[in-house]
T-cell receptor, first 112, second 117 residues
Framework: DTEVTQTPKHLVMGMTNKKSLKCEQHMGHRAMYWYKQKAKKPPELMFVYSYEKLSINESVPSRFSPECPNSSLLNLHLHALQPEDSALYLC???????????FGSGTRLTVV | DAKTTQPPSMDCAEGRAANLPCNHSTISGNEYVYWYRQIHSQGPQYIIHGLKNNETNEMASLIITEDRKSSTLILPHATLRDTAVYYCIVRGGVILGIKAAGNKLTFGGGTRVLVKP
């Protein structure tokens, strides 16, 4: 299995909702990432997990809460989002040393 | 990580070679050049990477200048499916310490490539 699977593919949520994005990989990668991508812009790094521990938080607002329950799963919990948080959220994984960087297809999030 | 400069857009004809330039004049000795592409509404896809030697795989060739300050990605026979945004990224290889805890992949603006029939 050489894929990173993200669910759901599309999500519409209200500003008072709580939702979660899910990312899964079975390549044995021990580093996992969340990126945010606005339309016509490059992906921007949000969080990095290494060996299931949060190693980098790029000053992301607390309404985004990442979680890595095991080496294959990465979640992004969403709460009280704003319309400007609407974007494509990409998950990626890599080996600990950064090789084999693989992206999922993303979750397109719309906040209404 | 070193910053890269790419032209914002370029067109190329189907069946012809597409040459995508990238400047990375501040690259340091242990930094690799990576190329990714992103087809509309999909996740970025790895294409190729190199340190100092030219590299070729089934998707593309990577030519790195001798001083390593620039590189060119070559798509030998562009097809309509190659229409995408191409990102040139310079990133460290084996890095010790905190940076090894997930090697950040930092995207620049990229080049929007349109392959025309």
């Amino acid at each position: 299995d050489t894929e990173v699977t993200q669910t759901p593919k599309h999500l519409v949520m209200g500003m008072t909702n709580k939702k979660s994005l899910k990312c899964e990989q079975h390549m044995g990668h021990r580093a996992m990432y969340w990126y945010k991508q606005k339309a016509k812009k490059p992906p921007e790094l949000m969080f990095v997990y290494s060996y299931e521990k949060l190693s980098i938080n790029e000053s992301v607002p607390s309404r985004f809460s990442p979680e890595c329950p095991n080496s294959s799963l990465l979640n992004l919990h969403l709460h009280a989002l704003q319309p400007e948080d609407s974007a494509l959220y990409l998950c990626a994984s890599s080996t600990y040393r950064g090789r084999g960087y693989t992206f999922g297809s993303g979750t397109r999030l719309t906040v209404v | 990580d070193a910053k890269t400069t790419q032209p914002p857009s370029m067109d190329c004809a189907e069946g012809r070679a597409a040459n995508l330039p990238c400047n990375h004049s501040t690259i340091s000795g242990n930094e690799y050049v990576y190329w990714y592409r992103q087809i509309h509404s999909q996740g970025p896809q790895y294409i190729i990477h190199g340190l100092k030697n030219n590299e070729t795989n089934e998707m593309a060739s990577l030519i790195i200048t001798e001083d390593r300050k620039s590189s060119t990605l070559i798509l030998p026979h562009a097809t309509l499916r190659d229409t995408a945004v191409y990102y040139c990224i310079v990133r460290g290889g084996v890095i010790l310490g905190i940076k090894a805890a997930g090697n950040k992949l930092t995207f620049g603006g990229g080049t929007r490539v349109l392959v025309k029939p």
